[in-house]
Nanobody, 118 residues
Framework: QVQLVESGGGLVQVGGSLRLSCAAS????????MGWYRQAPGKQRELVAT???????NLADSVKGRFTISKDNAKNTMTLQMNSLKPEDTAVYYC????????????WGQGTLVTVSS
């Protein structure tokens, strides 16, 4: 099994920055990819960014040029650096991991709220 714990959300003004972290534990060898998703009030959860075991990244068009996803294998953490934040970035951000233990599985963190105020 894999467990995820997020940290780093909060309140920030438009144009500000925040860094989200996701600490992974458990069967880390089985993780193929990790990512960040977000869900704004009244909207569906959407992909923000992903990073593969090999370090290949993918970002949603809405955050390209502003957000950066990275991982530190030594610390078993994944980070989402968010710059130039906009009110539309306000959402609960979830960490996700896709892994294989017998079968394909995925796990979600508990979510962390990011609020961008104007």
């Amino acid at each position: 099994q894999v467990q995820l714990v997020e940290s780093g959300g909060g309140l920030v003004q438009v144009g500000g920055s925040l860094r989200l972290s996701c600490a992974a534990s458990g069967s880390l060898f089985s993780i193929n990819a990790m990512g960040w998703y977000r869900q704004a009030p009244g909207k569906q959860r959407e992909l923000v960014a992903t990073i593969t075991r090999g370090g290949v990244t993918n970002l949603a068009d809405s955050v390209k040029g502003r957000f950066t996803i990275s991982k530190d294998n030594a610390k078993n953490t994944m980070t989402l650096q968010m710059n130039s934040l906009k009110p539309e970035d306000t959402a609960v951000y979830y960490c996700n991991a896709k892994y294989i233990l017998g079968t394909s599985r995925e796990v979600w963190g508990q979510g962390t709220l990011v609020t961008v105020s104007s």
